[in-house]
């Protein structure tokens, strides 16, 4: 593997996921810590949670923060989730 691979390899993507169930935000916040506990080496990027309900003025967006694992299997979770319209990498 070239140091070029090396740096796209680990590169911490983040994740804009929205959400138009609120009771989808629990889900979701267990599926980021599970990922966070199991990463112990991973260098992880951003997540937005982007908040979609007719009750509010628009969508709504929350910065989570950074250091949370960006993988193809955290992806596929969150998309499973209830409530989860979307899940994009950034």
Known sequence: MTP????????AAGLRVFVEAEEAIT???KILADARAAAKRTRGG???LL?????????????VGDG?????????????VVGVVEVEEV
């Open 4 to 11: 070029i691979d090396d740096a796209v390899l680990s590169a």
């Open 27 to 29: 889900s979701v916040a």
């Open 46 to 48: 951003p997540v937005t």
């Open 51 to 63: 908040l979609m309900h007719p009750s509010l003025p628009g969508e709504v967006e929350i910065e």
């Open 68 to 80: 949370w694992p960006v993988t193809p299997q955290v992806r596929r979770a969150l998309r499973s």
